[in-house]
């Protein structure tokens, strides 16, 4: 057996090439991380990994997205058929692209998990504001990386959910029609769109995420790691190799081999050859923009926009509204924080398919408001009945619960993420032919 010991040990690298490629490895983590973290910071349920699958998950797009480049083909003509022969003729063409669509939309949810853990733990404020609004930055950027990914397959589920995705866009004042204008190149979805789209997904959009990544992650380092609460007595600090590191790993393999086995089971959708000619009923934007879709049914689409909008500018303002660092690192603030996101919650799961139900069935603004135009019976007064329910809730919070305006926030928000769940979930499952409610069995 002598002669077998020599060659494993003639196969491998000799000791001090051993020795050395440790020595990078470790200098690549250190770069990543401080040399030392907190002890609490250690404890899973205080980031739940978040941040790290969503950069784990970045990368197997990446690496997948370059190995589908070699057998994909960006033409109106052969884009459907590549997909196909990668689902027929490719050996594990049909897995690594499932593995690519997959991950794509599980980094959507991780890195919406990502922003609320950070809010929920007050890991926006002061000096971190700025990675805060990196951060909603970044996940603009999934957005639009997975929206300019959901054509390239040329079936009928990408071509017209890429329809009703650009058409949203119009409704923008000024900047949208010149936005669904380059994007299309032209009046319709055909080859400059599948152009337009695949530049951007495999040349632009790349290139500014590695950068976005690499200035977050050098943020959080820079601002002080995880967002801990103050404790009277200084916590212990553990070495960031082996402790921090193995925990990572851990994760990472946990869920490399859930995304695999998905992958396996569950194979990436493809459906027939796109045809302008036949529109599905109903035509439905990508699952991460029917809650907006949603919206549109119920309100004039300026209104609907405008309250997206007014949304996202209140989540970039938050650092500015909520500056009590008092109870950083604590979850949903204290014990009144806690109640008040459970209610926020609640209201959100109970009022909002009610609210649908009587849109629905009920309530018809444009009808019984019929001397008033459309833009207002339709579009400013249910806007201005949401923000003022929304400031209500608030309201409510704050004189029920005897609750601090950080407190009637967290109530506040939950209340808005919830009702966007419910009205995303609405879309997906329970709009039918002509986007008429349907029960989903």
């Known amino acids: 057996m002598a002669w077998f010991s020599r060659l494993i040990y003639r196969s491998g690298p000799p000791p001090e090439d051993r020795h050395r490629m440790r020595a990078v490895a470790n200098s690549l983590i250190l770069h990543l991380h401080p040399p030392r973290v907190a002890a609490g910071a250690l404890r899973f349920p205080r980031t739940w990994g978040l941040g790290g699958i969503s950069a784990l998950l970045t990368m197997v797009l ?25 689902e027929t003729v490719v050996p594990f063409g049909s897995l690594l692209r499932a593995i690519h669509h997959w991950a794509g939309n599980l980094l959507v949810i991780t890195a919406v998990l990502h922003l609320v853990r950070v809010f929920a733990a007050g890991g926006f404020r002061a000096e971190r504001r700025m990675n805060w609004l990196i951060g909603l930055g970044l996940l603009l950027l999934v957005l639009v990386f997975n929206f300019t990914g959901y054509l390239l397959p040329w079936d009928q589920l990408a071509f017209w959910a890429i329809t009703v995705g650009t058409g949203l866009l119009t409704y923008m004042p000024l900047l949208g029609q010149p936005i669904s204008d380059f994007l299309l190149g032209g009046p319709e979805v055909a080859q400059p769109a599948l152009r337009n789209f695949y530049a951007l997904h495999v040349a632009l959009l790349p290139v500014i995420l590695i950068f976005g990544l690499s200035y977050h992650f050098w943020r959080v380092r820079k601002d002080g790691g995880v967002t801990l609460p103050a404790e009277s007595t200084p916590a212990p600090r553990l070495t960031t190799i082996p402790h921090l590191v193995h925990i990572e790993l851990g994760v990472a393999l946990i869920t490399l081999t859930g995304l695999f086995i998905f992958a396996m089971l569950v194979p990436a959708p493809l459906e027939d050859l796109a045809n302008p000619a036949h529109p599905p009923n109903p035509a439905k934007a990508a699952w991460y923009f029917l809650g907006v879709q949603e919206l549109l049914l119920h309100m004039h689409p300026l209104a609907a926009l405008l309250l997206t909008l007014i949304g996202g500018l209140g989540l970039a303002l938050l650092p500015l509204w909520d500056r009590d660092t008092a109870d950083e690192g604590i979850y949903f603030r204290s014990p009144t924080g806690r109640l008040a996101g459970a209610i926020g919650a609640l209201w ?71 009702a966007l769940l419910v009205l995303t979930a609405v879309g997906i499952w329970l709009r039918g032919e002509n986007m008429a409610l349907i029960w989903p069995w």
């Not at 990446?62 to 990668?86: I, N, P």
């Not at 109970?350 to 309530?363: A, C, N, Q, R, S």
């Not at 407190?407 to 808005?416: I, N, Q, R, W």
């Open 62 to 86: 990446v690496v997948s997205g370059v190995l589908l480049m070699f057998r994909y083909d960006a033409s109106v003509e052969r884009a459907y058929s590549s997909v196909q022969a990668l």
């Open 348 to 418: 959100g799961l109970l009022f909002t398919p009610l609210l649908v139900l009587v849109d629905e069935y009920w309530l018809d603004l444009p009808t019984l408001l019929v001397l008033l135009p459309t833009l207002v019976s339709n579009g400013l007064l249910p806007l201005l009945l949401t923000l003022a329910g929304l400031a209500a809730i608030y309201a409510g919070l704050r004189s029920g619960l005897r609750a601090r305006h950080s407190e009637a926030l967290v109530g506040l928000l939950s209340f808005v993420g919830v």
